[in-house]
């Protein structure tokens, strides 16, 4: 008894010393329940089936997190790190990768995500092993196989922006050349508006990929698509995932629709047998249904891990790794855990050998075989081909792999894409628009024929490009004179509708590249880039005027300047009055006493600052420190303003100026007195009813609310709008013809502001034409060597009959009699006022002296002396009898009394 007991003793013994618990971390999502219950299972497994020469347990350590929570996904990362695990398993969403990638590639900490995500080289991260396999490659063989011309991409997630990359790397290669419509979904819950705007585009049949981000996605969007009735004959539905066998496709079996799609092969064949012999599993759920694509792949992930452990174990090289415990934890470099917060961080020290163990692991699994690359990408895989239509369910119809490609039972589509003649002559269509095509005929009255009836930009433009691409055509004019537009049952007609219905080969003319045309016909590069702009009448020309020479300052600096001058008038009168320095000393009228009297009055204070006003001098000068303060900064004063006043004076005296009240789209929009309009129909109706910004909005609801209407029909009748409106009316048109007609006499139109949207023209041809890529080369080629910038200067510039009016307007002219007669009007008014003055003068002056008369006394001591009184000399003489008398004398008198006969004293005594 005791030997038994001490052999099985001694093989526990030795069975826990082979033993190794190997503790991994499992994030899983909060919805991914069945994940959840297969995993569990399979690690149940896997540990119950342990042999003597391989122990590996492994010991889970479980977190149900909100993978699309970055925040919550961080913490689950963190605490299984923290808690010590050779790696980590798990989901992984759009939103979250990133976080994955940059945890696991600055820890090396290998990550092996299961569920579907962007299957792209990682630039450098690489410590993220996918399990889930790319799609890309089996969508673009899937539209070569059906001769796909163009198809829509609606996408929900930035990981499919990577995807539409190397799609559209695919697709586009010669002769493929599909055209891909890319659209994002921003709201998967509520895109029935965005559905509905799909559906309007075109009749035609469309054929559109879905990449979402999972599988509620998918069929929320399938839902809406039956809710707005795009589940009928006309359209094809790829989906880029592997979920199209788990979703709900009822709805789309009786309309006609086509439902394709790749789901990954999985097979329960391969571990159900092993799982049969653990009694404690309930296999009833795994073997009664499918199982869902990320539960397999869970499962596949989890195998993966366990077989790259296992070759850990065994190898001599690479068993050390696993004497990294201490008391049943897990330590790197002596600190427990691979600690998530420390900085700077501490990588996982065995993170790298792990990684290449994973990398080197190849086996066959529940999704079939699964080999991982060096950029961590699984590689090798096969997917089923499964289609749905009318009236059969969905089905296997093929199957697809790396390396035999596509193969399937369906019918090969035949090619759609248009193949022509080359030596035939094409058929181009344009219209009749100046200067891009206009008609002439020889002056000499023959008929017009062929192409000599015809001449323009584009006729030009049109004989390069033949020559390049060596082709014959010949012109024909539109037939309903449009352009084209989208009719209301889906039709188009003008230049765009002979295109789709074969008329013509080649549309030609001012045609505009807009979204709506580029889905029904092909576009080459555009040959004129340009937007919509705004033309007015040209304002009158602001003649000079009389006083033109007070117009260098507003009347403002005038009005500052005159009181400054009063101001430096009345401060120096009295800095004259109060400093004594200012005072000068003049004698007496009447006792001869020398008496003190400022220099400074007020009149000789107003001629200084005038004189320092008008750069001249005057008779005083300030002697004080206070008054040559005044006097100095007078003078800097009228040296800025005189300096200031000259510079500009040359400019407003030579140059003629236009005022124009309207500079800018929001000048127009913001005023309601001049009415502005566009032509109707046409593509800038278009960009104006379609806007989302508030200005043109606001412009579009005033332009349709506006009686009488602004809307013309042709440019021509916009353009003559405007030159009859008086300044009343603004058209909106393309640059281009703005540019041209303001050229064109009578030259009263210009064009204001900037160009309110970039857009560009066209060589259109019809999709899938032969001629489209050899079109597109020649007009770069064109473009690059000078020649499309040579037309437009000889149509706009040289034939333009404004050229030498416009040219004047930019350079000085001759000062004219009008500029400056404001000036002659003062020399003038001066001298007359000076000669009016002086005569007011004398006559006020003779007035006073007849009032006034002058008393002379006469005595016989022959004294005289000097009357003040009118300034008049008075005398004293003596009559014969030697008797003194006095007499009145006027002015003659007093002078003649001088030459008299008298005897006189020695001086003159003041009376």
């Not at 002769?175 to 921003?186: E, Q, T």
């Not at 369910?393 to 596509?406: C, D, H, I, N």
């Amino acid at each position: 008894m005791a030997q038994p007991f001490l052999h099985v003793c001694f093989c526990f013994i030795l069975t826990l010393a082979y033993t190794q618990h190997i503790p991994i971390g499992i994030i899983v999502d909060v919805d991914e329940r069945d994940v959840i219950t297969i995993l569990k299972r399979m690690i149940a497994r896997h540990n119950s089936e342990q042999t003597s020469s391989n122990h590996i347990i492994i010991s889970p350590s479980w977190y149900i997190a909100n993978i699309n929570n970055n925040c919550d996904l961080i913490r689950a990362i963190c605490q299984r790190l923290d808690a010590g695990v050779f790696l980590l398993l798990g989901s992984s969403s759009s939103r979250s990768y990133n976080i994955i990638q940059s945890y696991s590639h600055a820890l090396h900490v290998p990550y092996v995500v299961y569920s579907q995500n962007v299957n792209q080289p990682r630039d450098g991260y690489d410590y993220d092993v996918t399990v889930s396999p790319g799609y890309v490659t089996a969508v673009a063989e899937l539209i070569k196989f059906f001769n796909w011309e163009k198809v829509y991409y609606v996408f929900d997630s930035d990981d499919a922006l990577w995807e539409l990359q190397r799609l559209h790397d695919y697709v586009r290669l010669p002769p493929n050349d599909v055209m891909i419509d890319a659209r994002r979904l921003r709201n998967v819950t509520s895109s029935h508006d965005f559905l509905r705007q799909l559906d309007r585009f075109s009749t035609h049949t469309k054929r559109i990929i879905l990449n979402l981000s999972s599988r509620d996605a998918y069929q929320k969007v399938l839902n809406q698509l039956v809710d707005v009735g795009m589940n009928r004959d006309n359209y094809h539905y790829l989906l880029s995932g592997p979920y199209i066998d788990s979703l709900d496709l009822r709805s789309f079996l009786y309309g006609g629709v086509n439902v394709t799609g790749f789901r990954l092969p999985i097979d329960l064949q391969e571990v159900t047998p092993s799982w049969a012999r653990v009694p404690a599993l309930e296999l009833e759920p795994l073997l009664n249904k499918r199982i869902s694509t990320d539960a397999a792949l869970a499962a596949d992930g989890l195998q993966l891990v366990i077989n790259a452990l296992n070759d850990l174990k065994v190898s001599n090289a690479t068993r050390h790794i696993f004497k990294t415990f201490r008391h049943s934890e897990l330590y790197n470099n002596g600190t427990r855990g691979v600690q998530c917060w420390r900085h700077p961080p501490l990588p996982w020290v065995h993170g790298p050998v792990i990684r290449q163990a994973l990398l080197k692991s190849n086996f066959t699994g529940i999704t079939g075989p699964l080999t991982i690359n060096s950029h961590g990408q699984r590689v090798g895989h096969r997917l089923d081909l499964m289609q749905l239509d009318y009236r059969n369910p969905l089905r296997k119809v093929g199957s697809w792999s790396e390396t035999l490609g596509l193969t399937t039972n369906l019918t090969r589509p035949k090619a759609n894409r248009v193949q022509l003649d080359v030596n035939r002559t094409r058929v181009v269509t344009t219209i009749l628009e100046n200067p891009f095509v206009m008609r002439k005929c020889p002056s000499d009255g023959t008929p017009c024929q062929g192409h000599a009836q015809y001449e323009g930009y584009c006729i030009d433009l049109l004989k390069k490009v033949a020559e390049i691409v060596k082709f014959d055509y010949a012109i024909k004019l539109v037939n309903d004179t449009t352009y084209g537009t989208r009719l209301d049952d889906g039709s188009w007609n003008g230049m765009i509708g002979e295109l789709i219905s074969s008329e013509a080969d080649i549309a030609i003319a001012s045609l505009t590249i807009t979204e709506v045309r580029e889905r029904v016909v092909d576009f080459s590069k555009p040959f004129m880039d340009l937007g919509t702009s705004i033309m007015i009448k040209k304002p009158d020309k602001e003649k000079g005027g009389v006083f033109s020479f007070k117009n260098p300052l507003s009347d403002g600096v005038w009005i500052s300047i005159i009181c400054g001058f009063f101001g430096v008038s009345v401060v120096l009168f009295f800095v004259g009055r109060f400093s004594p320095y200012e005072w000068a000393a003049v004698p007496g009228v009447k006792d001869g006493r020398h008496r003190a009297k400022p220099a400074f009055s007020l009149a000789n204070t107003v001629w200084f600052a005038l004189g320092a006003l008008m750069q001249q001098g005057s008779d005083i000068y300030p002697r004080s420190i206070s008054g040559r303060i005044v006097g100095s900064v007078w003078w800097f004063f009228t040296l800025i303003i005189i300096s200031s006043y000259t510079a500009n004076l040359a400019a407003f005296l030579t140059i003629e100026r236009m005022d124009v009240t309207i500079n800018s789209v929001d000048d127009l929009a913001r005023q309601t007195e001049i009415r502005y309009g566009i032509t109707a129909n046409g593509s800038t109706e278009d960009f104006f009813s379609q806007s989302n910004v508030s200005v043109y909005e606001k412009m579009w609801n005033f332009m349709k609310n506006t009686e009488p209407s602004v809307f013309v029909k042709t440019t021509q009748e916009g353009i003559e709008r405007v030159r009859n409106s008086k300044g009343k009316y603004a058209f909106l048109l393309d640059s281009s013809f703005n540019e041209y007609h303001n050229q064109r006499k009578p030259c009263n139109t210009m064009k204001v502001g900037r160009n309110l949207d970039v857009k560009g023209y066209g060589i259109a041809t019809p999709l899938g034409s032969d001629l489209r890529a050899s079109i597109n080369i020649a007009v770069l080629e064109l473009n690059e060597i000078g020649e499309l910038l040579k037309l437009h200067q000889k149509w706009w510039y040289d034939k333009g009959q404004c050229a030498a009016e416009s040219g004047k307007e930019s350079k000085t002219s001759a000062l004219t009699l009008s500029n400056v007669s404001g000036i002659f009007h003062i020399l003038i008014g001066g001298l007359i006022l000076s000669m009016v003055t002086a005569f007011f003068d004398f006559i006020l002056k003779n007035r006073m002296r007849s009032e006034k008369k002058i008393t002379v006394v006469v005595k016989t001591s022959g004294n005289h002396s000097r009357d003040t009184r009118g300034g008049y000399r008075q005398r004293r003489t003596s009559d014969e009898n030697g008797d003194c008398r006095y007499a009145t004398l006027d002015a003659q008198s007093a002078f003649d009394i001088e030459h008299h006969h008298c005897r006189h004293r020695d001086r003159d005594e003041p009376l």
